[in-house]
C-alpha cells in the first residue's frame, strides 16, 4: 500500500480511476489540514464534473464487462475474503491515516479498523445468499419467480468522521452484489478511502469496480449526483446537504440511501446506578469529541436524582483528558473542522442567555500545547431546555444538554420532540419500562443500558430527518439489488390477445 502517512506529508494525492492513481482535468490541489496543527499536511485532487464523467465511464463498462458482469457469486466472496485480510494486514496504517486525516484518537481508529475486516467477511458470504422465489399463482400452467440482480453503478459519498467504517457498510454488500461504485470521500479526510481502493486491486477486483474522485462538494459532488448514469446514490453527512443530493438525485429519477443527522435523546432513570448511567452518557456524547450522527447529545434524567447525576457527570466529565490523538492517554482529540470552534461557541453562547447553566466546559482548552489546533473542552449544559437552539439542533461537537423530567409520559414527549430520529437510549433496571421506550421512541436505534455499540449484522438507519434506507444486515443487501419478475406460461394454448390474463 503507497498511500502511507510518511508518502502523504507535503506531496500531492491524486484520483483514483479505473484502477490506477490519476490526475484531475485542471491540475488543481487543495490542501487537507492536520486538526491538532491547523496546519496542511497533503494535497488532495479537486476533481471536476469531466473527472467524474471518467470515472462513472469507468465503472458502467466495468459494470457491464463480463469478467465482472458474469463472475460467480462465490467468486466475488473469495474477492471480499482477500480483501478482509489486506485491510487486516494494513489496519495499523489505515488507523494513523485516518487519525491525522480527522483528528480522531488513534485507540479509536485502531479498534475500527480492526473490526473492519470482519465485516468484509461477513459480506463475502452474503454474495451467493441472495436468492430469489418462486411464486404461487392462480395459474397452474404458469411458471412465476423474481430474481435478484445488482443495480449498477452506485455513487458514494461519504463523511469525514469515520470515513471506512462508515463506508464498509455500504460498500462491502455492493461488491458482494456485483455493483460498481464511484467514491467521492469527504474533502476533510479523504487519505483512507484511497488507501482503501489500492487494496481492492491488490485483492483481485477488476479496475474499475471501485474508483474515488475527491473533491468539495459544490464542484466533485455535484457533478457526481447529477449523473444520468449512477443507479443509487449513499449518503452520510448533514440533512441539509442529504436534501440538495435528493433533489439532484430526483431530476434522474434516482432513489437514494441517506443516514443524515441526529439529535439523540439519552434518558436516565432513578433506578439505575448513577456512575455506570454516567458513563454512558460520557460514551454517547464525548467519545470521539462528538462529531458522530447517533450523539447522544440531550440528556433527560428523572427528577429525583437529577441534581446527583449532573454533579456526576460533572466531575466526570473534569476527568476527561483533552490532548493530541496519538498519544495513549487522550480521551478527546480535537474537532475535524475549524469552523466547529465558532459553531460550538455561538451555540453555548446562545443557550446560556437563555438560562441554561454552562457547569462545566464551554471552551477551548488554555493547555499551552493545544493552543495552534482546534481543540474544545467537553461540556455539559445544566437545565437545559428543548426549545434552545443547541437543543434542537445538531451540533456535531463534545456538548451535552441534561434536563430533568418527573413521568415517563413526559419523558417521552421531551424525547420525541425532535425532527431528528436516528437513536436513542435509555438506563433502567425496569425491563418493562424499557421495552415501553423501544416500543414508542421515534427512532431507528434502541440502546438499553448500553450506547454506540454497532454490529454489521443488524439494520440500521433513521427515521423522519435523519434519513431512509437501512444498511446492515441481510436488509442491506436488498438495497442494493433490484427484483425482477419472470413468467413462463408452459399451457400451450392461444390467448386473447384483447384480455389481461389475472386467473
Excluded at 470515472?55 to 457469486?73: G, I, Q
Aim: proline content about 5%; charged content about 20%; overall charge negative.
Amino acid at each position: 500500500m503507497k498511500t502511507t502517512v510518511s508518502a502523504l506529508e507535503g506531496n500531492r494525492l491524486n484520483l483514483f480511476i479505473d484502477g490506477r492513481f490519476v490526475a484531475p482535468a485542471s491540475e488543481t490541489y487543495v490542501d487537507s489540514f492536520d486538526p491538532t496543527t491547523g496546519q496542511p499536511w497533503y494535497q488532495f485532487a479537486q476533481a471536476d464534473s469531466g473527472d467524474v464523467a471518467r470515472a462513472v465511464d469507468s465503472a458502467h463498462k466495468t459494470f457491464n464487462d463480463p469478467h465482472w458482469r458474469n463472475m460467480t457469486p462465490t467468486a466475488r466472496g473469495k474477492l471480499l475474503y482477500r480483501l478482509a485480510q489486506l485491510v487486516a494486514e494494513h489496519a495499523e496504517e489505515l488507523a494513523l491515516l485516518e487519525t491525522r486525516d480527522n483528528g480522531k484518537l488513534l485507540r479509536e481508529m485502531r479498534a475500527q479498523m480492526s473490526a473492519l475486516p470482519d465485516a468484509y467477511i461477513y459480506f463475502a458470504g452474503m454474495a451467493d445468499k441472495l436468492q430469489g422465489e418462486v411464486i404461487p399463482v392462480n395459474k397452474l400452467n404458469q411458471l412465476n419467480y423474481s430474481s435478484r440482480e445488482p443495480l449498477g453503478v452506485v455513487g458514494m459519498i461519504t463523511p469525514w468522521n469515520s470515513p471506512l467504517m462508515l463506508l464498509t457498510g455500504t460498500l462491502a454488500p455492493c461488491l458482494a452484489i456485483g455493483n460498481t461504485v464511484v467514491i467521492k470521500p469527504s474533502e476533510h479526510a479523504s487519505a483512507s478511502t484511497l488507501a482503501l481502493a489500492e487494496l481492492i486491486i491488490e485483492a483481485g477486483f477488476p479496475a474499475g469496480v471501485v474508483n474515488v474522485v475527491t473533491g468539495n462538494g459544490a464542484i466533485t459532488g455535484d457533478a457526481l449526483t447529477r449523473h444520468p448514469d449512477i443507479a443509487k446514490y449513499v449518503f452520510t453527512g448533514s440533512t441539509e446537504t442529504g436534501r440538495r443530493i435528493a433533489g439532484n438525485a430526483a431530476n434522474n429519477l434516482v432513489p437514494c440511501q441517506m443516514e443524515l443527522g441526529g439529535k439523540s435523546p439519552h434518558v436516565v432513570f432513578a433506578d439505575v446506578d448513577i456512575d455506570t448511567a454516567v458513563n454512558g452518557v460520557v460514551s454517547g456524547i464525548f467519545a470521539a469529541a462528538g462529531q458522530s450522527c447517533v450523539a447522544g447529545s440531550r440528556c433527560f434524567v428523572e427528577a429525583p436524582i437529577y441534581d446527583r447525576f449532573v454533579e456526576a457527570l460533572v466531575a466526570r466529565t473534569q476527568q476527561i483528558t483533552v490532548g493530541h490523538p496519538m498519544e495513549e492517554h487522550t480521551d478527546i482529540g480535537p474537532l475535524a473542522l475549524q469552523a466547529q470552534l465558532q459553531k460550538l461557541e455561538g451555540y453555548i453562547a446562545s443557550g446560556a442567555n437563555l438560562g441554561a447553566q454552562i457547569a462545566v466546559g464551554g471552551k477551548r482548552p488554555n493547555a499551552a500545547n493545544l493552543s495552534e489546533g482546534w481543540y474544545f473542552e467537553p461540556t455539559v449544559m445544566a437545565n437545559a431546555s428543548n426549545d434552545m437552539p443547541f437543543m434542537r439542533d445538531e451540533l456535531f461537537g463534545p456538548v451535552v444538554g441534561v434536563m430533568p423530567f418527573t413521568t415517563e409520559e413526559q419523558m417521552l414527549s421531551l424525547a420525541n420532540d425532535t425532527h431528528y430520529g436516528l437513536a436513542s437510549g435509555i438506563w433502567t433496571q425496569n425491563i418493562d419500562r424499557a421495552m415501553r421506550f423501544a416500543n414508542r421512541i421515534d427512532a431507528g436505534t434502541v440502546w438499553i443500558n448500553t450506547y454506540r455499540s454497532s454490529a454489521y449484522m443488524s439494520a440500521n438507519g433513521g427515521f423522519k430527518h435523519s434519513g431512509y434506507g437501512r444498511r446492515g444486515g441481510f436488509d442491506v443487501m436488498r438495497e442494493f439489488s433490484r427484483a425482477k419478475n419472470v413468467v413462463i406460461d408452459y399451457s400451450g394454448e392461444m390467448q386473447d390477445p384483447f384480455v389481461i390474463r389475472l386467473r
